[in-house]
């Protein structure tokens, strides 16, 4: 289910030509189909339907507010990590309602800014965030609902770099001290204990690592009714593995199948925080082939994206399928390094990747780059950052335009006598 089809041997996007878009906007860029999003979110919906539940969307996936504003039109709910992404997700129009704010650092003066616009809860990683949150609820005369993200302690066996839910981790309370923050959270006059709340790390392709966590998490969450909590909301994280290149990876119904009977008589609203499930296959990178260079050892496919456009490959070891948007007949295939311009050796978009011989000005679509493309981009080597661009049907539409050299510059000073 995947609005990026090849018809006689040309790359389309629902109902238009990659090409084309390509004609008019240049490239390098980021182009998502609409109907592919908004499936994806339906899929993940739809599997939880047996819940009562909320898909909160991970917006540091994707956090472009045309993005976010077609979520909000299906119902989806917000994970947000940061002050900036709370103000994204409600420009595009998402219910505070049905925002969670996670991450570990979050500061007093966004701690005040979601309290202000009344989210759903505060997902809390340590002691002194307790702490902090119940001092600004108290000054605001507010009462806090918060959960407490606990370490649940599993191996997702995924990159170490995406794996959160380990000992070793900077995230989360470990799981024995859970109880004791609960019962000091419980007297505070600030703090209303709402939720528990686990994130054990992404793009895990195995039901296990999350039954393993879900078994603990309603544990938890009984004890704390014991104690007379009212524990309304389970908040199982996110992380679903999806294909990349040859991945098996399961669908939203295999882990939902999964996990909808461990968490069928917990008594709660579950909570599902998905980023890349939904816009991962949503959205390609397209770029241009400037060189093919035959290195001593290597053939280098020279393309004008790289690793500050798309940063998975050089950080996580990351591989995405690449392949010609228009493809031609009868061309052998070779292995090459597709990279990018930067001055890294770390920047590469594949490496030792088998593909069709390309020629200097062939387009090239990196696939599966929809979730954690350009929401990781960077103005590294003073490159602008590229455009979005939104097909629905037969209409494209720029959602974020290509940078300009006076965008690299805006915010900056020469201070007078220098
Ligand atoms: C990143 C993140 C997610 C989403 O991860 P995906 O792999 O995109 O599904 C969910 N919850 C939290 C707390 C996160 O940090």
Redesign the pocket.
């Known amino acids: 289910m995947n609005d990026f089809v090849y018809r006689n041997g040309v790359l389309c996007c629902e109902e238009l030509r990659v090409s084309d878009i390509a004609k008019k906007v240049g490239t390098p860029f980021y182009l998502y189909s609409r109907n592919t999003l908004v499936n994806h979110y339906r899929v993940v919906d739809q599997a939880f339907s047996a819940l009562e539940h909320i898909i909160c969307f ?1 917006v ?2 994707n956090s472009n507010v045309a993005i976010l504003r077609l979520l909000a039109n299906e119902g989806a709910g917000a ?1 947000v ?1 940061s002050g900036g992404e709370l103000f994204r997700a409600l420009k595009g129009g998402i219910d505070p309602r049905k925002i969670v704010f ?1 991450g570990l650092g979050k500061t007093e003066i966004e701690i005040e800014h979601a309290l202000g616009e009344g989210i759903l809860l505060f ?1 809390v990683e340590s002691s002194q965030e307790l702490m902090l949150i119940n001092r600004v609820a108290e000054r605001m005369g507010v009462e806090a609902p918060v959960a407490l993200r606990v370490n649940p302690d599993i191996n997702p066996k995924t990159h170490p770099y995406v794996a959160t839910g380990l000992k070793q981790s900077k995230f989360g309370i470990p799981l024995k001290a859970a109880m004791a923050e609960y019962e000091v959270a419980q007297k505070l006059p600030g703090l209303n204990p709402i939720g528990v709340h686990m ?1 054990i790390g ?2 895990i392709l195995e039901s296990g690592p999350f039954e393993n966590g879900v078994n603990k998490l309603v544990k938890l969450a009984k004890s704390l009714k014991v104690l007379g909590m009212d524990i309304r909301y389970v908040n199982i ?4 593995g999806i294909q990349y290149t040859d991945e098996e990876a399961l669908t939203p119904d295999q882990y939902a199948s999964a996990l909808v009977p461990l968490l069928e008589d917990v008594g709660a609203t579950i909570i599902v ?5 939904i816009t991962g296959n949503s959205g390609i990178l397209v770029t241009t082939v400037l060189y093919d260079k035959h290195g001593e050892e290597k053939r280098f496919v020279v393309v004008d994206a790289a690793m500050n456009d798309l940063i998975r490959p050089s950080l996580y070891q990351a591989k995405h399928h690449i392949a010609p948007v228009n493809q031609r007949e009868g061309v052998r295939d070779v292995k090459v390094d597709v990279v990018g311009p930067i001055c890294e050796s770390s920047d590469f978009l594949a490496r030792d990747f088998t593909m069709q011989e390309v020629k200097q000005g062939d387009l090239l679509a990196v696939f599966t780059a929809g ?1 954690y493309g350009f929401s990781m981009s960077s103005n590294y080597n003073s490159r602008t950052r590229v455009p979005e661009i939104l097909v629905w049907g037969r209409k494209a539409f720029v959602i974020r335009r290509r940078e300009t050299y006076e965008d690299l510059v805006r915010g900056e000073a020469i201070p007078d006598g220098i």
Request: charged fraction near 20%; hydrophobic fraction near 30%.
């Open positions: 991970s540091k996936s994970d990590v996670a997902n994130h992404s793009q994280g996110g992380g679903f925080e998905v980023g890349r499930m979730a």
